[in-house]
């Protein structure tokens, strides 16, 4: 199973983009890169998935090199809201063991 | 809208209790997971499970073990509750093919004395 390397933490003022990247060198073939997000004393959520170059949703940007040895969450426009620690995963054996690690918390200044 | 439940928000055991840890989803997954969260440590997996009545260890199992008879339902058992296993306890529920969206539940935090 790859593991994944992120920062412990980042700083942003609000309104400012946010990139966060995720380093995962062992990725394999039909390994899939996910996201989560977490606020304090709730469980993480899904926030975007994707194999290879850019996914886009309503809530976040995933962009992936051709190597896929790495990726970087892209949040636009972040407000106070957006204070959350955000996991890297990355799993294509059917989910059947989802590491999540320490995460990156990042806090968004007014 | 989806749903995963674990049956209680706090608890508060004694030292040497045995303790029920229980969960259920409402939406047909496969998978079921049990994580615990501490502070600097992030979601360390307890145990898993791809069906039922089958489980398989995390990262860390030693004190704990796990029950799934019946497809929605996944508990999460302290034999005999320890002080290093005060912690938030979270369960989540992945269907076993692509999107692997897990479901978090709102957490249990278990406090042992």
């Known amino acids: 199973l790859a593991k994944t390397t992120q920062p412990i933490s980042m700083d942003s003022y609000e309104g400012q983009e946010v990139n966060i990247t995720c380093s995962h060198n062992?990725?394999?073939?039909?390994?899939?890169i996910t996201w989560y997000q977490q606020f304090p004393s709730q469980g993480p959520r899904f926030i975007i998935q994707?194999?290879?170059t850019k996914v886009t949703n309503e809530v976040a940007s995933l962009f992936i090199p051709a190597d896929r040895k790495s990726s970087t969450l892209s949040l636009p426009r972040v407000s106070l809201s957006d204070t959350a620690v955000y996991y890297c995963?990355?799993?294509?054996?059917?989910?059947?063991?989802?590491?999540f690690g320490t995460g990156t918390r990042l806090t968004v200044i007014p | 809208d989806v749903k995963v439940t674990q049956s209680s928000r706090y608890l508060v055991k004694r030292t040497g209790e045995k303790v029920f840890l229980e969960c259920v989803q409402d939406?047909?997954?496969?998978?079921m997971f049990w994580y615990r969260q501490d502070p600097g440590l992030g979601l360390r997996l307890i145990y898993f499970?791809?069906?039922?009545?089958?489980?398989e260890k995390g990262d860390i199992p030693e004190g704990y073990s796990v029950s799934r008879e019946k497809k929605e339902r996944f508990s999460l058992i302290l034999e005999s509750a320890s002080t290093n296993q005060t912690s938030m306890y979270l369960c989540?529920?992945?269907?076993?093919?692509?999107?692997?969206?897990?479901?978090f539940g709102q957490g249990t935090r278990l406090t042992v004395v």
């Open positions: 939406m047909d997954h496969e998978n």
């Open positions: 989540a529920s992945s269907q076993n093919r692509n999107p692997f969206e897990a479901f």
């Open positions: 995963l990355v799993d294509g054996t059917g989910a059947n063991n989802l590491f």
């Open positions: 499970s791809y069906d039922v009545k089958m489980k």
């Open positions: 994707g194999y290879k």
């Open positions: 062992n990725i394999a073939t039909n390994d899939y």
